[in-house]
């Protein structure tokens, strides 16, 4: 007996849309289910533009999730493209009670979206491996995650996640692309082909930073993590300005001179008022491939003594949230999109990375600026 439309529309409402990550029939994308009486079911479905990188994923689980249905002979799916008034309901759909206008969710106050700013003195610590294996890490422990590639001049998350599709765009809201679970949006992705340089002065970097935050459709986050150029320039100043709340995650090597102006980038939160979750000590040593000694490659210290100096200058306590060895899988991983904390979990540095993952992933964050929902009983 062929199946009935109850049953094949039940089936279609556990097809998510690839992109935007909720069911198809939530969306409106399902346009018509008809079957025949020996079971071939024709499932139409509405993309939201024409060319939709992801129209072959979808068209795969579409005919898979109706094939699991008993009666069905044969599945064929019609693909179609929303009209301009359809992509507008759609958007207003997705901003919720906000309607059509733009704005920073995170910035409310009653997002619960914790914002981690990855920062770092100078380049070459490893930043932006930090970043994105944590990002990975707090995936794997059931979170849902984004990432912002703010470092705009020397973006490298999207190789080190392995994106290599662009974003979709459904009339002015921007889809990002997707990798191991992971939310990501970087300069990189609406560049043209190549290896071509950004060069942008003030006021078009903080345009950009607003448009991945306001224009990027991120559905309910638990962490967004802002992989941050170094230093305490335009894109430091404004990350304080349009996300006040963010917290400040500071990577440093253990040499001296690293540590010294990675202290100078956490200070920047006594200008700003915003808060730093800790610090984290990368490249922290080498194990010896013949024995059990480390090998302080960089030194020692640096981590403790960035930590101990941003506690002394803002008054409160600055942890040492982990220490990260050196591990040349996590280059290796980071050059074909494979964080080391997917590929190879148990290893040291994935170890120590999925360690402080877990940390800031269970601390609560600060309830100042919250609206909690509560009125005066009268008593």
Same mark, same amino acid.
């Given at each position: 007996?062929?199946?009935?439309?109850?049953?094949?529309?039940?089936?279609?409402?556990?097809?998510?849309?690839?992109?935007?990550?909720?069911?198809?029939?939530?969306?409106?994308?399902?346009?018509?289910?008809?079957?025949?009486?020996?079971?071939?079911?024709?499932?139409?479905?509405?993309?939201?533009?024409?060319?939709?990188?992801?129209?072959?994923?979808?068209?795969?689980?579409?005919?898979?999730?109706?094939?699991?249905?008993?009666?069905?002979?044969?599945?064929?799916?019609?693909?179609?493209?929303?009209?301009?008034?359809?992509?507008?309901?759609?958007?207003?759909?997705?901003?919720?009670?906000?309607?059509?206008?733009?704005?920073?969710?995170?910035?409310?106050?009653?997002?619960?979206?914790?914002?981690?700013?990855?920062?770092?003195?100078?380049?070459?610590?490893?930043?932006?491996?930090?970043?994105?294996?944590?990002?990975?890490?707090?995936?794997?422990?059931?979170?849902?995650?984004?990432?912002?590639?703010?470092?705009?001049?020397?973006?490298?998350?999207?190789?080190?996640?392995?994106?290599?599709?662009?974003?979709?765009?459904?009339?002015?809201?921007?889809?990002?692309?997707?990798?191991?679970?992971?939310?990501?949006?970087?300069?990189?992705?609406?560049?043209?082909?190549?290896?071509?340089?950004?060069?942008?002065?003030?006021?078009?970097?903080?345009?950009?930073?607003?448009?991945?935050?306001?224009?990027?459709?991120?559905?309910? @986050?638990?962490?967004? $993590?802002?992989?941050?150029? /170094?230093?305490? %320039?335009? !894109?430091? +100043?404004?990350?304080?300005? #349009?996300?006040?709340?963010?917290?400040?995650?500071?990577?440093?090597?253990?040499?001296?001179?690293?540590?010294?102006?990675?202290?100078?980038?956490?200070?920047?939160?006594?200008?700003?008022?915003?808060?730093?979750?800790?610090?984290?000590?990368?490249?922290?040593?080498?194990?010896?491939?013949?024995?059990?000694?480390?090998?302080?490659?960089?030194?020692?210290?640096?981590?403790?003594?960035?930590?101990?100096? @941003?506690?002394?200058? $803002?008054?409160?306590?600055? /942890?040492?949230? %982990?220490? !990260?060895? +050196?591990?040349?899988?996590? #280059?290796?991983?980071?050059?074909?999109?494979?964080?080391?904390?997917?590929?190879?979990?148990?290893?040291?540095?994935?170890?120590?990375?999925?360690?402080?993952?877990?940390?800031?992933?269970?601390?609560?964050?600060?309830?100042?600026?919250?609206?909690?929902?509560?009125?005066?009983?009268?008593?």
């Amino acid at each position: 007996m062929a199946p009935t439309p109850e049953q094949v529309t039940a089936a279609l409402a556990t097809v998510n849309d690839p992109e935007i990550r909720r069911p198809i029939t939530e969306l409106d994308m399902v346009k018509s289910v008809d079957i025949t009486p020996d079971g071939v079911v024709r499932v139409g479905v509405f993309l939201t533009v024409a060319g939709c990188p992801m129209k072959d994923t979808i068209t795969r689980d579409v005919t898979a999730a109706v094939s699991r249905l008993d009666g069905v002979s044969q599945v064929a799916v019609e693909l179609d493209v929303m009209s301009a008034e359809q992509r507008k309901t759609l958007q207003t759909k997705l901003r919720g009670d906000r309607g059509p206008e733009k704005e920073i969710p995170f910035a409310k106050a009653g997002s619960l979206t914790r914002v981690f700013a990855v920062a770092s003195g100078k380049g070459g610590v490893g930043k932006s491996s930090v970043t994105v294996n944590l990002a990975a890490a707090m995936v794997g422990s059931g979170l849902k995650v984004g990432v912002v590639d703010a470092d705009i001049y020397g973006h490298s998350v999207p190789r080190m996640l392995g994106v290599s599709e662009r974003p979709t765009k459904v009339e002015d809201m921007i889809m990002p692309p997707v990798a191991h679970d992971i939310k990501v949006i970087s300069v990189g992705m609406f560049k043209p082909p190549g290896n071509t340089p950004v060069v942008w002065r003030g006021p078009m970097l903080d345009r950009a930073l607003y448009q991945f935050l306001s224009d990027v459709y991120w559905g309910d @986050l638990d962490v967004l $993590l802002m992989d941050l150029p /170094p230093g305490t %320039g335009d !894109i430091a +100043i404004s990350v304080a300005q #349009r996300l006040p709340t963010a917290e400040i995650l500071v990577v440093t090597t253990p040499q001296q001179a690293a540590a010294e102006v990675a202290e100078r980038a956490g200070s920047i939160a006594a200008q700003t008022h915003q808060q730093i979750a800790g610090v984290i000590e990368n490249m922290a040593w080498l194990p010896c491939p013949h024995c059990e000694e480390r090998i302080a490659v960089f030194g020692e210290g640096g981590g403790q003594a960035v930590a101990d100096g @941003l506690t002394r200058t $803002l008054g409160s306590k600055v /942890p040492l949230l %982990g220490q !990260i060895p +050196i591990d040349l899988r996590l #280059r290796e991983g980071g050059d074909e999109g494979k964080p080391l904390v997917l590929t190879d979990p148990d290893s040291p540095a994935a170890s120590e990375l999925r360690r402080i993952a877990e940390g800031l992933g269970r601390r609560s964050g600060s309830l100042k600026g919250r609206h909690l929902n509560l009125s005066p009983t009268g008593r």
